[in-house]
């Protein structure tokens, strides 16, 4: 069930090509999931209606967005999209306080959000399909840091919950403090996701929306490309 060592490095990729698939479904089944929800209400062709069902699916994205950044505030950038996988320190404050796993968490609402965009099959594809995949990363995450953190791991494991999120604290706060503009600026692709869905509640035209989402891509390589480079320049420095 745990993610393999090439699953994890090469996560996004995978993730991506979930997205692709599902918004793929539209050649197998045309209708989509937001009119056939509103159809059972009969509101299907109501375009009000649609577009207010579409733009909750935004605000849905942009609650996971904002999980996220909470969590890259505390975790760091360069950590949280690292290919490689980092055990080497136990971060326990900020969301981690209500929820061992925030990122994928927020990731998982982006799911859901973006799913009410896809057919009726597409949505069950992106948002099953990324469920059984962040688990499995979880799985292989937890695994590693129980491999390193030892008992303060399993302490955590044991006040925190792993996916569902305690809305009181389960955990004193440390007293670390957030870096919050560092955290905007790895999460911004996903807040992208969140403007360009709710683009196309407002529009209902994937012209405006492809061109956000297309930015928003080119944004994350970009930090991708720029993490790789200081990652090899920290090898080659001298000890």
Same mark, same amino acid.
């Given at each position: 069930?745990?993610?393999?060592?090439?699953?994890? &490095?090469?996560? =996004?990729?995978? /993730?991506?090509?979930?997205? !692709?698939?599902?918004?793929?479904?539209?050649?197998?089944d045309p209708r989509n999931v937001s009119q056939a929800l509103l159809s059972t209400v009969g509101q299907g062709d109501n375009l009000l209606s649609i577009r207010l069902l579409i733009a909750l699916g935004a605000v849905i994205i942009g609650c996971g967005a904002l999980i996220r950044t909470w969590a890259t505030a505390y975790l760091l950038k360069d950590v949280v999209h690292d290919m490689a996988l980092h055990s080497d320190?136990?971060?326990?404050?900020?969301?981690?306080?209500?929820?061992?796993?925030?990122?994928?968490?927020?990731?998982?609402?982006?799911?859901v959000g973006m799913g009410l965009?896809?057919? &009726?099959?597409? =949505?069950?594809? /992106?948002?099953?399909?990324? !469920?059984?995949?962040?688990?499995?990363?979880?799985?292989?995450?937890?695994?590693?840091?129980?491999?390193?953190q030892g008992d303060s791991y399993a302490r955590f494991v044991q006040a925190v919950p792993r996916f569902w999120p305690s809305f009181t604290p389960r955990l004193p706060a440390s007293g670390r403090a957030p870096e919050w503009g560092q955290a905007f600026l790895g999460e911004a692709f996903i807040w992208a996701f969140a403007v360009a869905t709710m683009s196309y509640a407002v529009t209902l035209s994937t012209a405006i929306t492809d061109v956000i989402i297309g930015l928003a891509l080119t944004w994350y390589a970009l930090t991708q490309l720029a993490l790789r480079r200081k990652r090899i320049r920290e090898a080659e420095r001298p000890a």
């Open positions: 069930m745990r993610a393999t060592a090439f699953e994890f &490095r090469y996560r =996004f990729l995978i /993730i991506t090509a979930v997205y !692709l698939l599902g918004f793929g479904c539209y050649r197998i320190r136990l971060v326990a404050d900020g969301p981690y306080r209500h929820v061992r796993n925030p990122l994928y968490l927020g990731s998982f609402l982006m799911s965009l896809a057919s &009726r099959l597409g =949505f069950f594809v /992106i948002v099953f399909s990324n !469920l059984i995949f962040y688990m499995r990363l979880i799985f292989r995450e937890e695994a590693q840091l129980h491999a390193t």
